[in-house]
């Protein structure tokens, strides 16, 4: 044994062994195994069952034997429907992120400070976020109905006109629509985040802050949000994946129209699959989603948040 093992050994006050090795290793897998193991069943064997479904043209019933190979993907990417599709949920990873980012940060800031009711304003911020996605889209599809809609019945009652065809009823405006839904229903999120990266933020900063006469917007610009970076980052991220994924609310609000104006990828796959019984076409689009998603992620990772990773190590 060399001298530096020999100290370490004498360090930590017994001498190592062998099986204390496998014995850690042991313990890794015992933890790792099952959560693999889950990971394995919901996560990679449907990715790989959509991507073997994708390369034949197969109507859900009978054996696999019509294998067209790549033809699928070539019909989803030169469909205008699904180009149509990947631009909406570009516009709403970019809406979501452009509206509930300011909005967050400044909800968060007031909050942070102490007033009256504080405990109620933060409740009733993230009781949308706690809401079922299904149920929260059925309160709004009440809503927004034409004519005996509270939304329609509150323009008429201040002399402005509603849609003609409703609020999602019609195509120029629907997609609109469904992004400030989502931004009621996911703003509690990112507040409570950024109140959470808030509590991060040492009083002596403020004081010091105060001590040179800085007021508070002055505190709040140099010291808060740039402070909260790291959370901001990581919401874009979180924000940023579900809008990638968002199906539930739009599908129970528009089902992806009108005239497939609020078309996402994951409606238009599960409109493919369940309604027209093309699976192939369905599972060829849940690949390229998949992919522009984890593509997204990789370079969001490697350039955004690779700053943070690097400073935590």
């Not at 003609?164 to 405006?173: D, I, Q, R, S």
């Not at 007021?215 to 970076?229: A, E, K, Y």
């Amino acid at each position: 044994m060399s001298s530096g093992a020999a100290t370490g050994a004498v360090a930590s006050g017994r001498p190592h062994r062998p099986h204390d090795t496998w014995r850690k290793w042991a313990e890794i897998a015992f933890f790792v195994t099952p959560a693999l193991a889950l990971m394995a069943l919901f996560v990679a064997w449907p990715i790989l069952t959509a991507a073997r479904f994708s390369l034949y043209d197969w109507k859900g019933l009978g054996p696999l034997d019509d294998f067209v190979g790549f033809a699928n993907y070539a019909e989803v990417l030169a469909d205008d429907v699904f180009r149509d599709a990947v631009a909406h949920n570009m516009i709403i990873v970019v809406g979501s992120i452009i509206v509930q980012l300011p909005l967050g940060v400044a909800i968060a800031l007031l909050l942070n400070r102490k007033m009256a009711g504080q405990g109620v304003l933060r409740t009733l911020i993230f009781v949308p976020y706690v809401l079922a996605e299904v149920i929260a889209g059925v309160i709004w599809f009440q809503l927004l109905q034409p004519e005996y809609g509270l939304i329609d019945a509150l323009m008429n009652g201040i002399g402005l006109s509603p849609p003609g065809e409703g609020w999602l009823g019609t195509p120029e405006v629907a997609l609109w629509v469904v992004l400030a839904v989502l931004t009621w229903k996911y703003l509690g999120l990112a507040v409570l985040l950024f109140l959470a990266g808030l509590q991060g933020v040492s009083e002596e900063l403020y004081e010091a802050a105060q001590l040179d006469g800085a007021g508070w917007w002055q505190t709040q610009w140099r010291i808060s949000i740039p402070l909260l970076g790291p959370t901001i980052r990581t919401w874009c991220f979180l924000s940023m994946i579900g809008s990638i994924q968002c199906f539930d609310m739009i599908w129970v609000l528009t089902g992806g129209g009108p005239a497939d104006a609020t078309t996402t990828m994951a409606t238009y796959l599960i409109d493919e699959g369940t309604n027209r019984h093309n699976y192939g076409i369905a599972g060829a689009a849940s690949v390229v989603l998949f992919a522009i998603a984890f593509v997204m992620a990789l370079v969001y990772q490697l350039v955004v948040l690779r700053r943070d990773t690097k400073e935590a190590a």
